[in-house]
């Protein structure tokens, strides 16, 4: 099937992919980040109270999705997307309406279970359990949502946060966050993999099995990918979180720096979308061991970059490995664990980079607050991808036999 033939046979599908993973924006850092200096202004918060409060909330976040993300093997995702839409919106007007600083944390948790969690857990494991022969492409297309969201809500927000109040900016996403809950009941009146022959029509995974999600976790290769789980999450989250103290190390305006945005949006959609073609040619097992080494050279550029040349370098090479990570590891977990049991065990990993969300910010948020400056913390954070790309390596090329191997 060719490349215009599947996305016309199966719009409904990916548009619902599309929506979910776009207004899963709401609660992602990129997002809620745009509003940091607000609101450690409005609470008399400091770089480091704030990532405190934002660990706090995504930590226990991360512990919910281990327990509800399971659903996805149970329900269908019109039902439970919608009922996590209607979360949303309540999280948004929340986040609007809140007056004290202390009920901070219960917003955070909010709009980061039900966006950054639920929604983005939703639309990647129905794409991992609807399509097999054509997943790449099908996360390509649905992840699509995560890159647009990017690239066009911060320019806009930032630019609106000029002359409107950021609490009426916040009341405008519960509302787009609304108006999604019919849209996505109209694209899935008809879902392509019901849920009641979603085990005859699952794929298997390593040695011929089914796997559980207490098998995935007494396995050795989930335990070398739980750093390159983390990494990401941990310090692209972190990256965005700081926008605005990092905006003030390079002497740049806020504004200036979210120029870079949609640059960054782009490379992540190419890389994206020839992640996808490619894990459909040659498979995941050749390809995710190299996912993170742009990781490595963006984190060193963005600690020595000191004019616009550089700092496009290093969005160029983050947009590379944001771009691959839409794709590469939820095909991961379907091809070498099977797609049976992929909610849970999708969950699970899903929490594991929530986890890594809410690290990210609370350890560089305390680092700025005892004086180790951001541009020092990214040579550590280069560093760090060089061990994870080292892991998977060694996970992978043990683990790629097993794939064709009978029980």
Same mark, same amino acid.
């Given at each position: 099937?060719?490349?215009?033939?599947?996305?016309?046979?199966?719009?409904? =599908?990916?548009?619902? /992919?599309?929506?979910?993973?776009? #207004?899963? *924006?709401?609660?992602?850092?990129?997002?809620?980040?745009?509003?940091?200096?607000?609101?450690?202004?409005?609470?008399?918060?400091?770089?480091?109270?704030?990532?405190?409060?934002?660990?706090?909330?995504?930590?226990?976040? +991360? #512990?919910?999705?281990?327990?509800?993300?399971?659903?996805?093997?149970?329900?269908?995702?019109?039902?439970?997307?919608? !009922?996590?839409?209607?979360?949303?919106?309540?999280?948004?007007?929340?986040?609007? #309406?809140?007056?004290?600083?202390?009920?901070?944390?219960?917003?955070?948790?909010?709009?980061?279970?039900? /966006?950054?969690?639920?929604? *983005?857990?939703?639309?990647?494991?129905?794409?991992?359990?609807?399509?097999?022969?054509?997943?790449?492409?099908?996360?390509?297309?649905?992840?699509?949502?995560?890159?647009?969201?990017?690239?066009?809500?911060? #320019?806009?927000?930032?630019?609106?946060?000029?002359?409107?109040?950021?609490?009426?900016?916040?009341?405008?996403?519960?509302?787009?966050?609304?108006?999604?809950?019919?849209?996505?009941?109209?694209?899935?009146?008809?879902?392509?993999?019901?849920?009641?022959?979603?085990?005859?029509?699952?794929? !298997?995974?390593?040695?011929?099995?089914? =796997?559980?999600?207490?098998?995935?976790?007494?396995? =050795?290769?989930?335990?070398?990918?739980?750093?390159?789980?983390?990494?990401? *999450?941990?310090?692209?989250?972190?990256?965005?979180?700081?926008?605005?103290?990092? +905006?003030?190390?390079?002497?740049?305006?806020?504004?200036?720096?979210?120029?870079?945005?949609?640059?960054?949006?782009?490379?992540?959609?190419?890389?994206? !979308?020839?992640? /996808?073609?490619?894990?459909?040619?040659?498979?995941?097992?050749?390809?995710?061991?190299?996912?993170?080494?742009?990781?490595?050279?963006?984190?060193?550029?963005?600690?020595?970059?000191?004019?616009?040349?550089?700092?496009?370098?290093?969005?160029?090479?983050? &947009?590379?490995?944001? &771009?691959?990570?839409?794709?590469?590891?939820?095909?991961?977990?379907?091809?070498?664990?099977?797609?049976?049991?992929?909610?849970?065990?999708?969950?699970?990993?899903?929490?594991?980079?929530?986890?890594? *969300?809410?690290?990210?910010?609370?350890?560089?948020?305390?680092?700025?607050?005892? /004086?180790?400056?951001?541009?020092?913390?990214?040579?550590?954070?280069?560093?760090?991808?060089?061990?994870?790309?080292?892991?998977?390596?060694?996970?992978?090329?043990?683990?790629?036999?097993?794939?064709?191997?009978?029980?």
């Amino acid at each position: 099937m060719n490349s215009l033939s599947f996305l016309r046979e199966n719009t409904p =599908w990916l548009a619902a /992919g599309f929506l979910m993973t776009f #207004l899963s *924006s709401f609660g992602q850092t990129f997002f809620i980040s745009l509003f940091a200096g607000e609101i450690r202004e409005g609470f008399g918060l400091s770089h480091g109270d704030w990532g405190l409060i934002y660990s706090l909330g995504t930590a226990t976040s +991360a #512990l919910a999705m281990v327990w509800v993300g399971g659903l996805t093997d149970r329900f269908r995702a019109r039902n439970l997307g919608m !009922i996590i839409l209607v979360l949303l919106t309540f999280s948004c007007l929340f986040m609007a #309406l809140n007056p004290v600083w202390w009920l901070l944390p219960l917003v955070i948790f909010l709009l980061r279970f039900t /966006g950054q969690g639920m929604l *983005s857990h939703i639309a990647v494991v129905s794409m991992a359990r609807w399509f097999v022969a054509s997943r790449g492409k099908a996360l390509s297309v649905a992840t699509l949502g995560f890159a647009s969201g990017e690239a066009l809500l911060p #320019l806009l927000f930032v630019s609106l946060m000029v002359f409107v109040d950021w609490h009426y900016l916040w009341m405008v996403t519960g509302l787009i966050a609304c108006l999604g809950i019919p849209a996505l009941r109209l694209l899935l009146r008809t879902e392509r993999t019901p849920q009641s022959i979603s085990a005859q029509s699952s794929s !298997i995974g390593m040695l011929s099995r089914h =796997w559980t999600r207490l098998n995935v976790m007494k396995h =050795w290769l989930f335990w070398l990918m739980v750093p390159a789980l983390l990494g990401p *999450s941990a310090f692209n989250t972190a990256f965005f979180f700081h926008q605005v103290h990092f +905006a003030d190390v390079k002497d740049i305006s806020h504004l200036q720096l979210v120029a870079y945005f949609p640059f960054y949006t782009g490379v992540s959609i190419i890389a994206m !979308i020839l992640s /996808g073609w490619a894990l459909d040619k040659v498979g995941t097992p050749r390809l995710i061991p190299f996912m993170q080494i742009p990781m490595v050279i963006a984190f060193g550029i963005f600690a020595y970059a000191s004019d616009g040349g550089a700092m496009f370098a290093g969005f160029l090479f983050l &947009g590379l490995t944001s &771009g691959f990570n839409t794709t590469l590891p939820a095909a991961f977990w379907a091809e070498f664990y099977g797609t049976r049991f992929i909610g849970s065990i999708k969950a699970m990993a899903a929490a594991i980079m929530v986890l890594g *969300s809410a690290i990210g910010p609370g350890i560089t948020g305390y680092a700025i607050d005892q /004086g180790v400056g951001i541009e020092t913390q990214y040579l550590g954070v280069a560093a760090y991808f060089v061990m994870t790309t080292i892991l998977m390596t060694i996970g992978v090329l043990r683990a790629r036999p097993m794939l064709s191997t009978a029980p």
